[in-house]
């Protein structure tokens, strides 16, 4: 008869034996090394990662797997449900420097909201769903993931598809809060819009962007510098389509965002010690310590002055007489003048005035210029740093140098 201790010890062996046993499995399953590799490798570990991987694994919140780069072979919207995209580059209030994304335009724009469907443009992953309250209601922003190098993201829809909110109140309910990775589908539904634009836009990290002076600057928004040019990633059907649609004619066609040239005064400026992109402000403020002085998105040939701070307003303006042009100026240059003019956009092909909501192909930028809104003095005093003093109200033969309310900007 086996004693209580015999059993007990029996027991221990076999257990004993099942745990070497499935270890011996787990080696052989994960690596002859007894390494962790593969996904369950990235996962957990990091793995032997390159720094595009690295940055993607960032930006998807630790959910992406791989390096591959597909195709995006599917419309955000119908092609019936927009009328026009608005090109990369943008400069519009808050939006001080170059934006970061395209904006596809609703065919009835003052639509009420969830008018119009918004679907997977691949079989890709959601990985992140951001609210925003507005009064109007919440808006979301999705970012989903192909792979480690390779992603694309709307905002500003308007609601959730139902297995999309669902999977979105999972993660996000609750006192520990869940890593959302939701498999799509092409041409799913994951939401609708109205009422506004949806922003869109691609990111490669295995391109980043080369016309950022320091891309230290915009950790903050650690995207904005893997911002890549959509017609690369499309199947040729879908490139064909969104073409159509285009409204900017001048090379590159999606648009452009990195401007900067070391030593010249053309790119973004970040106000002195306020940390770049997304530093210094409180709240949603930060953009009033940016500064722009760059091509037009849509007549790159026209120079736009973009200040978060003009009498107290981010505010944009054309250049009196488009000169000098930015890209000339630097230290040896000297102060600079400009004066500000509103400016607007007329149709290259008849010149007539843009409304903003049809779909043409081909703008030229015009000044104002019977209208002066202000002074900008600028100087380099070095060729990362840049002094700047506004003067609203005011034209050229009213200014003639800085005063003490002058301001330092840095790159």
Request: charge should be neutral; charged fraction near 25%; aromatic fraction near 10%.
């Amino acid at each position: 008869m086996l004693t209580k201790k015999r059993i007990f010890i029996g027991l221990g062996i076999i257990f004993l034996l099942l745990v070497v046993a499935a270890g011996f499995l787990l080696l052989k399953t994960l690596g002859n090394e007894g390494k962790l590799s593969g996904p369950v490798e990235k996962a957990v570990t990091g793995g032997n990662l390159s720094e595009a991987e690295k940055a993607g694994r960032e930006l998807s919140n630790g959910q992406c797997q791989g390096k591959e780069k597909g195709k995006l072979g599917t419309s955000p919207m119908k092609s019936e449900d927009f009328s026009m995209v608005l090109p990369y580059g943008l400069m519009i209030g808050g939006h001080v420097t170059p934006i970061d994304h395209q904006y596809f335009s609703p065919t009835v724009f003052n639509s009420p909201r969830d008018t119009y469907e918004v679907r997977a443009m691949a079989d890709s992953n959601i990985v992140d769903i951001q609210p925003r309250v507005r009064p109007e209601g919440t808006e979301y922003r999705f970012v989903f993931t192909i792979s480690c190098t390779f992603f694309y993201y709307y905002d500003l829809v308007t609601s959730l598809a139902p297995e999309v909110k669902k999977a979105y109140d999972e993660s996000s309910s609750g006192q520990i809060k869940k890593s959302l990775n939701m498999a799509v589908k092409e041409g799913q539904l994951i939401g609708r819009i109205g009422g506004q634009t949806l922003d869109f836009a691609v990111w490669d990290t295995e391109k980043p962007l080369k016309g950022f002076a320091i891309p230290e600057h915009y950790k903050g928004e650690s995207w904005k510098i893997y911002t890549a040019d959509p017609l690369d990633y499309y199947t040729d059907r879908l490139k064909k389509l969104i073409l159509s649609k285009y409204v900017r004619a001048a090379a590159p066609v999606s648009g452009k965002i990195d401007y900067d040239i070391d030593g010249k005064l053309i790119g973004n400026w970040f106000r002195q010690e306020t940390g770049g992109y997304s530093g210094g402000g409180s709240g949603g403020d930060y953009y009033k310590n940016h500064l722009a002085i760059a091509p037009d998105a849509y007549d790159p040939a026209s120079i736009v002055f973009s200040i978060g701070d003009f009498a107290g307003q981010p505010q944009q303006f054309g250049v009196k007489g488009n000169s000098p042009d930015p890209k000339n100026v630097s230290v040896a240059t000297g102060l600079v003048k400009y004066e500000l003019v509103q400016q607007d956009w007329m149709v290259v092909s008849t010149g007539e005035h843009w409304d903003r909501f049809s779909l043409v192909k081909g703008l030229k930028a015009k000044n104002h210029e019977e209208s002066v809104q202000g002074v900008a003095l600028l100087q380099l005093l070095e060729n990362r740093k840049l002094k700047v003093e506004v003067f609203p109200g005011k034209t050229a033969s009213q200014v003639v140098a800085f005063t003490k309310k002058a301001v330092v900007y840095e790159r």
